[in-house]
């Protein structure tokens, strides 16, 4: 397969793109202030609905922007029942999760886990935090870009490098207040962008939509009795729907990156009103996201199918290059670039906060300067860039993803460890240490039967409580664990707590 010029059009729309998300970081320098509170937090004037934007915009990256029409191109809609899980989880967020984080007035998430358990678990859940997130970020500028350039005459290292360098820029100048407007435009433009395919590829099938619409329903495009079949059960939709909660819960409650912004807002309430909104948004993904893969499916199955040589992993950019008129094609890349940035610069702000909260303040003397925090983002930054660039050079990939899937191994596990300190008051620091990496191993072995991402995730989760509970049992007299921790559990929701000294 030839690649396709991307036109001089495409350029300067995708240029006026990527310089207005520079534009937004510098506007917003000025207001980063001179405190990590303001840096990290956003001086706690962010309104609920940007905020809710921003989590979104955050937990949605340009790897899903593209994976998840691939899927419901190849299959159906069955993975749908994983954003279904938001019912579940905004009720036990703002329920259980959002009060504790508020009552302690958290920069990073693993300030509860000291509080609850020990400074152990805190520098365990922070490093486990940073080291996942710079591989991550390198994948996702790896990822999208390789997929981008793969059908447009694109240098993929060109685009990388400017990817990076811009998001590292206007997160530097503009702290988390810049990084969430900057997820304000950016979740606008992926929605935007996927609205846009969804109708030009309904509008483009021959023959019409409505034949193609019931074509696709009669191939089992959608759902189907195969959903529920036990003969599948690690990809039924209870598996994929409680598998997701696993790992939303990780999301929502063990991960910086979204933890950060509920501290971002003025009060509690509006925190509350964040979630809703991202909920909210959560759902609408489903006709966008999966219905762009059935219209694709469609416009495709009658034009004769998809081009001999095109990767299904870079149909939705393969659509836009070549179906798409000039201009409009480089918004919708840019688009798939916003998905990149939001998650991008919302890592690096999280990563900053982590090593100068969980690190360098708590075992330095005094505050770390707004100075150390850029410069920590920079070198953060740097590396992740480097490390992309490298694998598109090199096309080296296979380390990386070991080194992910070896981080990423507890991060489901972590998550547990959130709901053992909140809901049983029982357990402790050395309980739920062995229960972590109890969990881990759990993941690690259901990773080797091969049994589905979803299944992993319920198996882990399960181990990490149980043997965290069982394992606390034994240390429940020791002189560490007699600090009154009751207000930090469910037990004690309402009730004030008083830092540990």
Not at 287 to 305: C, D, K, Q, S, V
Not at 329 to 345: K, N, V, W, Y
């Amino acid at each position: 397969m030839t690649n396709h010029e991307f036109g001089a059009l495409n350029w300067l729309v995708l240029g006026v793109y990527l310089l207005l998300m520079l534009g937004v970081g510098i506007y917003f320098a000025r207001r980063a202030g001179d405190s990590n509170e303001e840096y990290f937090k956003a001086g706690g004037r962010i309104p609920a609905w940007a905020a809710g934007f921003s989590i979104y915009a955050t937990t949605l990256s340009a790897i899903t922007f593209m994976s998840t029409p691939e899927k419901a191109f190849l299959t159906d809609w069955a993975y749908s029942a994983g954003n279904l899980a938001i019912f579940v989880m905004v009720p036990l967020l703002v329920g259980y999760y959002v009060p504790f984080f508020r009552k302690l007035d958290v920069t990073t998430a693993y300030e509860y886990l000291e509080e609850r358990f020990g400074v152990s678990l805190r520098i365990i859940g922070s490093l486990l935090f940073v080291l996942y997130h710079l591989g991550r970020i390198a994948i996702v500028i790896y990822l999208p870009t390789l997929a981008i350039t793969s059908v447009a005459d694109i240098n993929p290292i060109i685009i990388a490098t400017i990817v990076g360098v811009l998001c590292i820029i206007y997160t530097f100048l503009g702290g988390m207040e810049g990084v969430i407007w900057s997820d304000v435009i950016q979740g606008i433009l992926l929605l935007g962008g996927a609205a846009t395919i969804v109708v030009a590829a309904m509008a483009l099938t021959p023959g019409g939509f409505g034949p193609a619409l019931a074509d696709a329903a009669s191939q089992g495009k959608f759902y189907s009795g195969e959903n529920f079949s036990a003969s599948n059960l690690a990809n039924t939709i209870p598996i994929i729907f409680l598998g997701s909660c696993m790992n939303n819960l990780h999301q929502y409650t063990a991960s910086q990156d979204v933890v950060q912004r509920y501290q971002t807002t003025p009060n509690i309430e509006a925190t509350r009103k964040s979630l809703y909104v991202n909920g909210l948004l959560a759902l609408i993904t489903i006709p966008l996201f999966y219905g762009m893969g059935t219209a694709l499916f469609n416009y495709y199955e009658a034009n004769g199918g998809l081009p001999e040589g095109v990767n299904t992993s870079a149909i939705v950019p393969f659509f836009i290059i070549t179906v798409l008129p000039a201009g409009l094609a480089g918004l919708l890349i840019g688009a798939i670039f916003a998905a990149a940035q939001s998650t991008i610069s919302s890592s690096l702000n999280s990563i900053s906060a982590c090593v100068v909260v969980d690190l360098r303040n708590r075992f330095g003397k005094g505050e770390a300067s707004v100075t150390f925090s850029r410069l920590v983002i920079i070198a953060a930054g740097v590396f992740s860039m480097v490390a992309a660039v490298y694998l598109i050079a090199t096309d080296k990939s296979d380390l990386w993803d070991l080194f992910l899937a070896l981080t990423g191994l507890f991060g489901v596990p972590l998550a547990a460890v959130f709901a053992l300190g909140i809901f049983h008051q029982s357990t402790n620091q050395q309980g739920v240490l062995i229960g972590l990496v109890g969990g881990a191993i759990a993941a690690y072995l259901a990773k080797q039967l091969e049994i589905g991402p979803f299944v992993i995730s319920i198996m882990a989760f399960i181990a990490t409580w149980a043997v965290g509970w069982a394992a606390s049992i034994p240390f429940k007299n020791l002189p560490s664990n007699r600090h009154d921790i009751r207000a930090l559990t469910v037990k004690g929701l309402k009730e004030t707590y008083t830092r540990r000294g």
